[in-house]
C-alpha cells in the first residue's frame, strides 16, 4: 500500500461543513465547486498517485481514470461520508484503454473489516510491506493477517503490478534509474511506485 501524507481540508469544504443545520446537512457526493477543492488536497497529499498501488493517477478524466474512494464505504459508515480522514483517491474506475481495472478501489469496492485493516497512512501503512525484487509484495513481518488481508482485498499482487515494480528494481539496482528519475526536488512531483523506489534505497518520500 502507498497511503497519504498529513490532509488539511481545504476552506470551501469546512465552510460548507459548517453550513449544517437541523434542517440541512452535508451529503456525499460533493457539489463541484467542493469536490474540486477535495480532489487537489488530496492529489497534494498523495503526491498525485493512488493511495493504494502508488501508479500515478490520470487526472484528466475524472471519474474514469481516478475516482474518489471512501476508504470505510458509505454504505456501513454513512456518518464518513463527507469526513476528509475516510476520504481517498484510487486509481480507476477504468484504465487507459477503458477496461475495468482489477486492483485497488474496483477490486475492494464495499469491503471492509473494522478489526482486520490498514490505514492507509504513509509511511506507516508502506511499512507494513516488502516489496521484493521479483516485483511480488507481502508482509513486512509475519504474523502480520491485516497486511495479507490488504494484498488480497486491493489485489496489490496483480500481474501488471507485479511486473511495473520488477522491471522499476531491475532499472534501479542496474543502475540506468535512480531516485532523482521518482522526485522532482523542485516541485515534490512524484512517479509512479515512488515509494517502492524509496522503500528499496532506504528513504522515504518528501
Same mark, same amino acid.
Given at each position: 500500500m502507498r497511503g497519504s501524507h498529513a490532509k488539511t481540508a481545504p476552506k470551501a469544504l469546512t465552510d460548507w461543513l459548517a453550513l449544517e443545520s437541523p434542517n440541512w446537512q452535508p451529503s456525499y457526493p460533493f457539489p463541484n465547486d467542493i469536490r474540486q477543492p477535495v480532489v487537489t488536497v488530496l492529489?497534494?497529499?498523495?503526491?498525485?498517485?493512488?493511495?493504494?498501488?502508488?501508479?500515478?493517477? #490520470?487526472?484528466?478524466?475524472?471519474?474514469r481514470f481516478y475516482h474518489i474512494e471512501h476508504f470505510r464505504p458509505r454504505s456501513t459508515y454513512r456518518?464518513?461520508?463527507?469526513?476528509?480522514? #475516510?476520504?481517498?483517491?484510487?486509481?480507476?474506475?477504468?484504465?487507459?484503454?477503458?477496461?475495468?481495472?482489477?486492483?485497488?478501489? #474496483?477490486?475492494?469496492?464495499?469491503?471492509?473489516?473494522?478489526?482486520? *485493516?490498514?490505514?492507509?497512512?504513509?509511511?506507516?501503512?508502506? #511499512?507494513?510491506?516488502?516489496?521484493?525484487?521479483?516485483?511480488e509484495i507481502t508482509v513486512a513481518l509475519e504474523p502480520d493477517e491485516a497486511a495479507r488481508t490488504m494484498i488480497c482485498v486491493l489485489n496489490l499482487n496483480h500481474r501488471e503490478l507485479k511486473k511495473d515494480r520488477k522491471d522499476i528494481l531491475d532499472r534501479i539496482d542496474g543502475e540506468s534509474l535512480d531516485l532523482s528519475d521518482f522526485i522532482d526536488s523542485d516541485d515534490g512531483t512524484v512517479q509512479?511506485?515512488? *515509494?517502492?523506489?524509496c522503500q528499496h534505497l532506504g528513504s522515504a518520500l518528501p
Open positions: 492529489l497534494t497529499a498523495q503526491r498525485g498517485l493512488c493511495v493504494y498501488c502508488g501508479r500515478r493517477l #490520470n487526472v484528466e478524466n475524472p471519474g456518518h464518513l461520508a463527507v469526513d476528509l480522514h #475516510n476520504i481517498v483517491l484510487s486509481c480507476g474506475p477504468e484504465d487507459d484503454e477503458r477496461i475495468p481495472t482489477e486492483t485497488c478501489g #474496483n477490486a475492494k469496492e464495499d469491503w471492509f473489516d473494522e478489526g482486520n *485493516h490498514i490505514e492507509p497512512v504513509y509511511p506507516d501503512c508502506t #511499512n507494513r510491506f516488502r516489496f521484493l525484487l521479483t516485483g509512479s511506485y515512488a *515509494h517502492v523506489v
